[in-house]
């Protein structure tokens, strides 16, 4: 949604500021700006447009001697992006400023009882409501307003706050919205996440639900809702600055599309011992397997689609029925929930809204809520009865490839080990499908290796506004996420199709202007897909298919383009087929001149319903 940044301590605050802004503005970069404590007195500077374009105001008239600052980069909800919109936000008084990522529910509310009191407001923004409450409330104890604030304020909300009348001391508030504190020496910083303080410090405390810190340039407090002291939890971040960088990859994007062997790897081998699967001290008892009448799998966008893959898996693994949902649909759909279910949650960032909230909704609905996630620490995985953490590192891109791949890999282990305890996979099937999951890497290599070839059709095709994705069964479920990559990043609107649905209707839109991308890598219903195939073909639509190079007879004789990926067990071939879908997106949107990393209108983690 937005990113956060706030530093208090003895060295200059300015470049911590925009450098940290730097490593956040996945989160959207729509606007940005940043208020400081000058000489007792609080100064705001912001601007719609990129942070470079605050970056060049700030180095144009560089500020001296600023010891105390926050932060904002926007991804606009409540008011367009423009100056005045932007954060941060000052109060009337302009005593205490405030950047905050998240969404006040009741802000027309508290922004109408503040209008009745004389408050005078300048943006259309909900943010800008908090700051004048605060305001309102002031009474010289910063501390004890924003606790009255807090009690105050309903939804999502990540503050970063700066009071004239506390020159050394930075404020901050988490609750529904992610906010981790940076511990540094003779300084310390907040931000919305991990790679914005990493140049500074490896020491980071994540900030629980509803708490508040107080940091000083010696000194991190933290406190509940209600004022109780907190403990804080210091933990010591592994990866480095380097994997949060780009390694000299044009793209965040294509430095993990190639990191997904490396990083299959690292969440795989970690729950193998000895050809058997451990999963993080998960105890899923016979019996309450064999009780469990239903497995749903709730997640948003990308984790979306691994959990319609995880469905075929799934169920032909456990026997068990699998109901995938989208989480926004899930949470108001008043979710049939008895006798306990086990609830997937399958989440990169583990701070989506809406998985969040349909996590809630299960829990208080009486289901057992075991999250895939990739954030340590996240609100998903602390609200969690069981998770699997996906080790792919700091997802940057906000285009997912290497977390959706990581998701894949642990959906694969967690049916095999509940089909184990069930014995609904003999031994031998047990050992053959873990030889095949951990060939997946070697395999991705493989097909990474093509990527010229792949490069050479985007040539061909990138300038079509047409484009099919077709497939059946767990093809059809790789289409999904093909289609969803190209649609974020080049802004072509493609759509993906079950291919024996296409001749009920959409193949009306087929024609000499249409690419149809077919993944057919299915032996028992191959021959199906190659007739749709034909379908299209034959109104016209240029065809690029993906499968495996023992079809090659067949395929060739119904396709402009094939890429060949290698032959793997029927149910792990989307980890393979959806790696060609990665790349050719990448160099469509690339010929296309987008801006690959940070695609219009998204965000990398949506922290608002
Ligand atoms: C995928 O490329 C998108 N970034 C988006 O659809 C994403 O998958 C969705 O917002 C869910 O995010 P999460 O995995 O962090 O919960």
Wanted: some cysteine; glycine content about 6%; charged content about 25%.
């Amino acid at each position: 949604m937005c990113g956060i940044v706030g530093y208090i301590g003895t060295n200059d605050a300015i470049p911590f500021l925009i450098q940290g802004l730097s490593k956040l503005e996945y989160r959207g970069y729509d606007s940005s700006g940043v208020a400081f404590n000058a000489d007792g007195k609080i100064e705001v500077i912001k601007k719609q447009g990129r942070l470079k374009v605050l970056e060049d105001i700030l180095n144009s008239n560089p500020e001296k001697d600023i010891k105390l600052g926050i932060g904002h980069t926007r991804w606009a909800t409540h008011g367009k992006p423009s100056d005045i919109n932007a954060h941060p936000h000052i109060s009337s008084s302009g005593k205490i400023a405030l950047v905050h990522n998240g969404i006040i529910e009741n802000y027309i509310d508290l922004k109408n009882q503040l209008i009745q009191k004389g408050t005078k407001f300048i943006s259309e923004t909900d943010t800008e409501v908090a700051v004048q409450l605060l305001d309102s409330l002031y009474n010289g104890d910063m501390f004890e307003t924003i606790k009255k604030a807090v009690q105050m304020m309903q939804g999502s909300f990540a503050f970063g706050i700066v009071c004239a009348d506390y020159p050394e001391t930075l404020f901050a508030v988490k609750k529904d919205s992610p906010l981790i504190l940076g511990i540094g020496e003779n300084e310390n910083y907040i931000a919305s996440d991990i790679p914005a303080v990493l140049a500074k410090t490896r020491k980071i405390c994540r900030l629980k639900e509803k708490q508040i810190a107080i940091l000083t340039a010696n000194n991190v407090n933290l406190f509940d809702f209600d004022g109780n002291p907190a403990e804080k939890a210091i933990t010591t971040v592994s990866w480095s600055v380097y994997a949060a960088e780009k390694n000299n990859y044009e793209h965040f994007m294509m430095k993990e599309i190639i990191e997904q062997p490396n990083v299959i790897s690292a969440t795989i081998s970690p729950r193998l011992k000895n050809g058997n699967i451990e999963l993080d001290g998960i105890n899923f008892t016979k019996e309450y397997l064999e009780n469990l009448q239903k497995i749903c799998v709730v997640a948003c966008g990308s984790a979306y689609h691994v959990g319609c893959v995880a469905k075929y898996f799934i169920e032909k693994l456990t026997k068990k029925p699998v109901e995938v949902d989208l989480a926004s649909e899930f949470r108001y759909r008043s979710p049939i929930i008895d006798k306990k279910p086990l609830v997937i949650i399958i989440s990169q960032s583990g701070d989506t809204a809406d998985t969040l909230a349909a996590l809630r909704e299960a829990k208080f609905l009486g289901a057992r809520v075991l999250s895939i996630v990739n954030v340590v620490g996240s609100s998903i995985a602390n609200e969690s009865d069981d998770v699997l953490y996906t080790w792919a590192g700091p997802e940057i891109a906000v285009a997912t490839t290497k977390a959706y791949s990581t998701q894949l890999s642990l959906i694969y282990l967690l049916a095999l080990y509940i089909g184990k305890i069930l014995h609904t996979v003999s031994d031998e099937e047990y050992s053959r499908f873990i030889d095949n999951v951990e060939s997946l890497p070697q395999k991705i290599s493989e097909i990474l290796r093509k990527e010229n070839q792949i490069q050479q059709i985007a040539n061909k095709y990138y300038d079509f506004e047409k484009i099919f994705f077709i497939g059946r069964n767990i093809d059809y479920a790789v289409c999904m996420e093909g289609s969803l990559k190209l649609k974020e990043i080049s802004y072509i609107h493609s759509e993906a199709y079950a291919a024996g649905e296409l001749k009920h209707g959409t193949i009306s839109l087929i024609d000499s202007e249409t690419l149809v991308i077919a993944v057919a890598t299915l032996d028992e219903i191959f021959d199906k897909t190659l007739s749709n195939i034909r379908e299209v073909r034959s109104r016209g639509a240029k065809v690029l298919s993906i499968t495996t190079e023992d079809k090659s007879e067949k395929i060739s004789q119904v396709s402009d383009e094939i890429i060949y990926i290698p032959k793997s067990y029927s149910t792990t071939t989307p980890s393979l087929s959806v790696i060609p879908l990665q790349l050719l997106s990448y160099h469509i949107a690339k010929l296309r001149g987008c801006d690959i990393d940070k695609p219009r209108n998204l965000a990398k983690s949506v922290t608002v319903e």
